[in-house]
């Protein structure tokens, strides 16, 4: 009923930058919560950052001050700006977020995205 989409990962070089998309379709009365995660082979999922409906936002330390995060709430979709990337931002990113679904049962969904692999490399 509900699926989010990334788009816009792809190869790019150190100190480079690259937007992701994270676009939400389906049944869809409204969408709480947002975040990014990312995850390196062989390592656990870690959350990037994450924005709330009203637009407030958090963000790890490790990527404070290179990395924002936005949403278009008519679109239903989020974004994630990155700048000075290192090969450490290399992973997987996915995207989640928590979606009231339009339908009789107005149930609570938390889904998430397929994944968009990010490599940062020369």
């Known amino acids: 009923q509900v699926q989010l989409v990334e788009s816009g990962g792809g190869l790019v070089q150190p100190g480079g930058s690259l937007r992701l998309s994270c676009t939400a379709s389906?049944?869809?009365?409204?969408?709480?919560?947002m975040a990014w995660y990312r995850q390196a082979p062989g390592k656990e999922r870690d959350l990037v950052a994450y924005?709330?409906?009203?637009?407030?936002?958090n963000y790890a330390d490790s990527v404070k001050c290179r990395l924002t995060i936005s949403r278009d709430n008519a679109k239903n979709t989020m974004y994630l700006q990155m700048y000075s990337l290192k090969p450490e931002d290399t992973p997987v990113y996915y995207c989640?977020?928590?979606?009231?679904?339009?339908?009789?049962?107005?149930?609570?969904?938390?889904?998430w995205g397929q994944g968009t692999l990010v490599t940062v490399s020369s």
């Open positions: 924005i709330r409906s009203s637009g407030s936002t």
């Open positions: 389906g049944t869809i009365f409204s969408i709480n919560a």
């Open positions: 989640t977020a928590r979606v009231v679904v339009a339908d009789a049962s107005s149930r609570s969904l938390e889904v």
